[in-house]
């Protein structure tokens, strides 16, 4: 794993991976291919360990932003319900930050069971 080096630049919030250069090819068609191992994607995965320790420490910020509170409930910890991280707009969307200190988005901490999305997941 020692070749690839993938970095999380949280300022542009994106990911940064440098490889060999014998691992890169330039098409007939002016684009790039770049071919990496299998082993090489757990260092890519999102939400695997390079971002773990991030997204943590984001969202214990987030939360003392909003005062320990749920920012949709207004409730404080409770101990049988764990903090999700929202984002708002949600990843997918264009404007997106997964890491936002300038509080760009209107991403927040809610209760599990706060979280629309995952109550959705429950009830299929």
């Known amino acids: 794993m020692s070749r690839y080096k993938p970095t999380f630049d949280q300022e542009k919030d994106e990911w940064v991976l440098y490889v060999p250069q014998s691992s890169v090819s330039q098409n007939a068609d002016g684009s790039f291919e770049v071919r990496l191992p299998v082993y090489a ?4 995965a999102i939400g695997g360990n390079k971002l773990r320790n991030l997204r943590r420490e984001y969202r214990e910020w987030l939360l003392e932003q909003q005062e320990g509170k749920c920012a ?9 319900n764990p903090w999700n991280l929202d984002h708002q707009p949600p990843l997918a969307q264009i404007g997106s930050k997964f890491i936002d200190y300038e ?4 991403n927040r901490v809610i209760h ?3 979280d629309p ?3 959705a997941k429950k009830r299929t």
């Open 117 to 119: 999305d995952q109550m």
């Open 41 to 44: 994607g757990r260092a890519l």
């Open 72 to 80: 949709i409930c207004g409730k404080g910890v409770q101990s049988d």
């Open 103 to 106: 509080r760009i988005t209107q």
């Open 112 to 114: 599990g069971h706060c």
